[in-house]
């Protein structure tokens, strides 16, 4: 069987971000997995019960996704709510989906404290960016599945269709 991919659902056009905006991507190889039936879409925040629109989080300052996972570190609301649990759930939740339907690859957008796999934002709510990755990112990657994010699609295209 042709191996499925996890996809972020606002790059899917869902407005599920935390500022109720989608970030939708477009290319000609989205459309034809969607045809083939290849796309398992999912937004790992939501499907963890958080609502639309919600305070932006980000992990904090000095900690790592994979210190989040084992319980060393919190991701926090911007005003200072712990919403540890509820990542650690999303992440949980899209793996789970992910071993479900067969998804060998995720395109997941970068930057979010879920599905960064490139860069997030350091936790000092300032905007301030640095290399790390999310927490369901993380959680992927560890259990064998190839993360790309959304600037990543053409070395997506040539892994997912060789
Ligand atoms: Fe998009 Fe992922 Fe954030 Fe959901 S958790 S809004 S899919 S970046």
């Known amino acids: 069987m042709t191996a499925k991919i996890l996809v972020s659902a606002c790059l899917m056009g869902h407005a599920v971000r935390y500022d109720g905006q989608a970030k939708p991507l477009v290319h000609p190889a989205l459309d034809r997995w969607r045809e ?19 305070l932006p989080a980000e992990i904090e300052p000095g900690k790592s996704a994979t210190d989040i996972l084992s319980g060393n570190g ?22 789970a989906l992910a071993r479900e339907t067969g998804c060998a690859y995720a395109l997941l957008i970068d930057g979010s404290p879920s599905c960064g796999s490139g860069f997030i934002y350091d936790g000092s709510f300032s905007g301030q960016r640095q290399p ?15 993360v790309f994010s959304d600037r990543q699609i053409e070395e997506l295209v040539a892994a997912a269709d060789a």
């Open 132 to 146: 790390g990755a999310g927490v369901t990112a993380t959680l992927l990657k560890a259990n064998g599945i190839q």
């Open 74 to 95: 919190h991701v926090r609301e911007s005003n200072g709510g712990d919403v540890t649990d509820a990542f650690r759930q999303a992440a949980e939740n899209a793996l």
């Open 36 to 54: 083939e039936g290849r796309l398992v879409t999912i937004c790992p925040e939501i499907s963890a019960g958080m609502p639309v629109p919600r």
